[in-house]
Each structure stands twice: as C-alpha cells, then as structure tokens.
C-alpha cells in the first residue's frame, strides 16, 4: 500500500485545457513536494508547501496543501505540451517509521497534446 | 555548482550476478538519498546516507547495500541480481535533508 496516492494515474489532455492532480494519504506530513519529471531524467523539484491551507503559485500551476496536511492538489491552468511529463508528490511523514525518508506518491503521468 | 552526477547510464547484466552503481553528490551536500523507479512508477526509497552512516533503509532486503565516502559520494551495491531489479535507480543528494537534487539516474537491465 502507498502511503501517498496520486490520481488520477494517467491524464491526456488537448493544449489549452486546466487540469487538477491529487495526492490523498491517511497520514500526517511535515511538507509535501512535488516533482516533475520527464524521460531519462529524474525528478526536479517544483515547490515545497509546509503550512496547512498553503497555496503557492508558479506561474500556470497551483499548488494547495491541506488543511490537516494530508493532502495536497496541483492545478494546472491551460495546459500546454511542454507540460507533459510524470508529477509526483513526495514528503516526510510525521510517524517515526518513515520520519527519515522522502516518502513518493504513485505519479501522474500527464500527455498535453498539441 | 555542480550537480548529482551517476555513472553508468545504462547497464546490462546477468541474473545472479553483482552491480555497482556510483553517485557524486551536489557540492556542499551531506545527505544522500537512493530509490528504485519501475517504469511510470514513484520512486522507492531504498535507503539514505548521512555523515557516511545509514541513516533510514526502506523495504529492500540485505544484498542491497550501500557506502558514502569522506567525500559524500555514495555507491549502491546489489548482490544476486534479480529480473525484478531491472529499474531506473536515482541518487539524490541534500543538506541535512532538505532541498533534494536528483541525478539522471542509472537504468539498469538485469537479463
């Protein structure tokens, strides 16, 4: 069982569409981070939210945090193919089995088409 | 400043047999961090590395090991090679945990 799940798993999309990604988990986190990453190349991070209820913005994308950091959300608005790519949550829990690692959700893999 | 630099890129090897992987760490980073990505997966956190100490080991059994060197470069060693061990396996480096840098990673195929 993952400790962060991502939904949806897969999302094809025409350019100029907005799109809403999620990340749920049943525990607490410290933060959560979410990554871009595309083939043969590993994950670049794109923001860090840490206060519950926080939004970051970067540029087209939107980044919430849960209230009850549980969860987090990332909006993209007019999506275009340079978008493509798979995200992916990751984050420290706040348990002491996993306090140590940056845990990773499941990913999205999105395909904006042209 | 440099980045996360792993080497090999690609690697073939035989079921059975023994691979290391090699990561140098981003300039000024104490930490590193390997995990194992199957294809359109999340990565899996295999373990970490502080101060050249195991600082933290996910669900991977023992012939997976590890070193980090004075230097904070790090190797990741995996004995008895399995098909299922075939897998893009990223190093990431930080300071005292925070602000990750991943490498490019080391595909490894094991036929």
């Known amino acids: 069982t993952q400790l962060l799940e991502q939904s949806p798993q897969f999302l094809s999309i025409q350019e100029g569409e907005n799109l809403t990604v999620y990340c749920n988990s049943s525990?607490?986190?410290?933060?959560l981070q979410w990554y871009r990453q595309e083939p043969g190349e590993g994950p670049v991070l794109l923001v860090t939210v840490v206060t519950g209820g926080e939004v970051k913005k970067l540029k087209r994308l939107t980044f919430q945090f849960g209230d009850a950091r549980k969860d987090s959300s990332l909006h993209i608005t007019a999506a275009q193919p340079g978008d493509t790519g798979l995200y992916l949550c990751?984050?420290?829990?706040?348990?002491?089995?996993?306090?140590?690692?940056?845990?990773f959700g499941s990913g999205t893999q999105l395909t904006v088409l042209p | 400043e440099t980045g996360v630099t792993q080497s090999p890129t690609h690697l073939i090897k035989t079921r059975g047999q023994q691979v290391t992987l090699r990561c140098s760490s981003q300039?000024?980073?104490?930490?590193v961090s390997w995990y194992q990505q199957a294809l359109g997966q999340g990565p899996q956190f295999i373990f970490q590395?502080?101060?050249?100490?195991?600082?933290g080991r996910g669900n991977f059994p023992p012939r997976f090991s590890g070193l980090q060197f004075p230097n904070y470069s790090s190797e990741l060693n995996v004995n008895a090679l399995e098909l299922d061990d075939s897998a893009l396996y990223l190093c990431a480096s930080s300071l005292d945990r925070r602000g990750y840098t991943f490498g490019s990673g080391t595909r490894l195929t094991v036929v």
């Open positions: 525990s607490v986190f410290s933060s």
């Open positions: 990751a984050g420290w829990a706040i348990s002491s089995g996993s306090a140590r690692q940056l845990t």
């Open positions: 300039s000024g980073h104490n930490t």
């Open positions: 590395y502080y101060r050249e100490e195991e600082n």
